[in-house]
């Protein structure tokens, strides 16, 4: 079984899935992506996430990011576990889920861990950005469903941190303050952050967040 760590080329695969054949690489684009497995069909905690989903599909599409959900039941429980989903959470699910009858996505991205549970997947998540590396592990067991407020907190920072030479400390959303990068030089930060800094210690800067107006 593969392992898959931040950094990695994100395994590319074609796939069936609710809303049809897609292959991972064209699915995405030049965006970024949401890759998160789940357990199993017509459980309680996944119903409740993938209908979270369903209902944030607009935070994701702004920050560029579609998504795909992963299990390895087949396509015709998916298309009837969908309905009690919509049902259920009151959503409508139009994105896609992955059928993975014969695990070999689940295996790809290291999905299942034989200790917790050595049939079904646990509950990860991978982010991949728009050059197909993998930005972001998070792992679940099935018993904890997942903030996906987190998630979409972390891809901000991704996307802001990708492009600024910045870093964001603790507890940090979007619209406060960032950290400068050490790489920087003070006399380089002044002409880069025009908005200020202040320093707290020499490796400590914080700077408003540079990409808002």
Not at 23 to 33: A, S, T
Not at 57 to 70: G, I, M, P, W
Not at 126 to 131: F, K, L, S
Not at 133 to 143: D, E, F, G
């Amino acid at each position: 079984m593969a392992t898959i760590r931040l950094g990695d080329t994100a395994p590319d695969f074609t796939a069936q899935t609710t809303e049809g054949k897609i292959n991972l690489y064209d699915y995405l684009g030049d965006g970024w992506g949401v890759l998160f497995s789940h357990p199993s069909d017509y459980t309680p905690v996944c119903t409740t996430e993938l209908g979270t989903v369903a209902k944030y599909k607009d935070e994701f599409a702004k920050r560029n990011t579609k998504v795909l959900a992963l299990s390895v039941d087949g396509l015709e429980s998916h298309k009837g576990w969908i309905n009690d989903i919509n049902e259920t959470q009151n959503v409508n699910v139009d994105y896609p889920i992955i059928a993975d009858e014969d695990k070999k996505i689940a295996e790809a991205y290291d999905m299942i861990h034989p200790n917790a549970d050595a049939t079904f997947t646990v509950r990860s998540v991978y982010v991949i950005g728009p050059d197909k590396k993998i930005k972001l592990i998070i792992t679940y067991p099935a018993s904890t469903g997942r903030n996906f407020d987190e998630l979409l907190r972390v891809i901000d920072s991704l996307q802001l941190t990708a492009y600024h030479k910045v870093a964001t400390p603790a507890n940090w959303k979007h619209g406060d303050e960032v950290v400068i990068s050490p790489a920087v030089s003070n006399e380089d930060a002044k002409n880069i952050f025009t908005k200020g800094f202040k320093e707290v210690k020499p490796y400590l800067r914080l700077t408003p967040q540079p990409n808002l107006d």
